[in-house]
């Protein structure tokens, strides 16, 4: 039994201690397997750079952040456009596969990386995928590994911001991963007390935002802090079509980022001090938490299984808590968003959580 395996797109806490379980249980379901490990994700696959594992090379990385495999972005929107050298990547992927007389490829990745499997499928080749992402926005499965990880570092940033907040009379605002999703800052914000939170998935009317942080001022609040989601959107914005927001931010792009800009605003609107904190790349870093590291052993150990049940095309999953496979055509394309009406939103809101909106 030969199998590759690669890591794609933007890294998290917990690719090692996945690659880790399905290793391991590869390990004790194969008498003889070989596990083919390529460098920097589909990038590897590509242009044939790998590396034949160890069974040791799978020990001691439980806790370790970060990839041994190394990763990088290969856009799936390019797979099917040659290289500076006109090499076909999707070709040049079938070969190196096939070259190596693999029986399947592990794929570990998110939203992009999972597209790119179902073509790799599509196109012949037996594919495990396993749901990556600290955005959790992986259609087909309730959890995905690195998320609850990076939960616990977006609330320890907004837990620090705390203490220094009640020691001033200011407003907080952490900006927080996720890319076009609200999961992480929804979480993050909730479990570090955030008094207003803001979602893509819940566009914003900045009076809305103001007349929260005005009333808490009112009932003798010093501070204010603000869970901003790098993809949060005002009400405005998002009426408009991605063409026309395309060109408004061209023309008036002054701020780094969404959080500065709603400072800024909020300045203006209320006089108040306003200090910003974006804990950015470290949202993936350090070590996965308790919590990644058993799923993360639990959806490896399942990725093995249907390797050894030839059940091929498929995205391991976590469904109703039970760990479970989707068929990748079904996973490819789609994003899993923050119902603005879920019970989660509805709870936050009960207790006074402001989400711009209403
Ligand atoms: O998808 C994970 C993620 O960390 C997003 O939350 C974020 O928008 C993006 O990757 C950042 O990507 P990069 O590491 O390429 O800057």
Redesign the pocket.
């Given at each position: 039994m030969r199998v590759g395996m690669l890591t794609s797109?933007?890294d998290c806490q917990a690719l090692n201690a996945t690659m880790r379980g399905v290793a391991k249980s590869l390990y004790k379901l194969f008498d003889d397997v070989e596990i083919i490990g390529f460098e920097d994700g589909y990038r590897g696959l590509i242009y044939a750079d790998y590396r034949v594992m160890k069974s040791s090379d799978f020990s001691g990385i439980l806790t370790r952040g970060g990839t041994l495999l190394g990763t990088s972005?290969q856009p799936f929107k390019l797979m099917r456009v040659p290289d500076d050298y006109g090499l076909d990547k999707v070709e040049s992927m079938k070969h190196t596969y096939r070259k190596l007389r693999l029986d399947c490829l592990v794929v570990l990745g998110?939203n992009g990386s999972q597209k790119t499997a179902n073509l790799l499928q599509e196109e012949g080749l037996n594919i495990v995928s396993l749901p990556k992402?600290?955005?959790n926005d992986l259609w087909g499965t309730d959890m995905t590994f690195g998320f609850q990880s990076a939960v616990n570092v977006a609330t320890n940033a907004i837990d620090c911001i705390h203490t220094t907040a009640a020691s001033h009379g200011r407003v907080f605002i952490v900006e927080v991963?996720?890319?076009k999703v609200g999961w992480?800052t929804l979480h993050a914000g909730m479990a570090g007390g955030a008094d207003i939170i803001l979602l893509p998935e819940i566009p914003y009317d900045m009076d809305i935002v103001v007349k929260a942080i005005k009333e808490r001022t009112k009932r003798g609040s010093r501070f204010s802090i603000l869970a901003v989601a790098?993809g949060a959107i005002s009400k405005e914005d998002a009426s408009l079509s991605k063409k026309e927001l395309k060109e408004k931010k061209k023309s008036g792009m002054i701020y780094p980022s969404v959080a500065y800009e709603i400072g800024a605003m909020i300045t203006e609107k209320t006089g108040q001090e306003v200090r910003v904190t974006v804990p950015g790349?470290t949202?993936?870093g350090g070590e996965p938490c308790p919590y990644d590291r058993v799923l993360s052993t639990c959806l490896g150990a399942e990725a093995a299984n249907l390797i050894k049940a030839k059940k091929f095309g498929y995205m391991v999953a976590v469904k109703n808590n039970e760990i479970t496979s989707v068929p990748l055509r079904e996973v490819a394309g789609k994003l899993k968003m923050v119902d603005p009406n879920s019970s989660i939103i509805r709870q936050a809101k009960m207790i006074g959580i402001s989400f711009g909106d209403e």
């Open positions: 797109g933007g972005r998110g992402t600290i955005d991963m996720g890319h992480l790098e790349h949202q993936r």
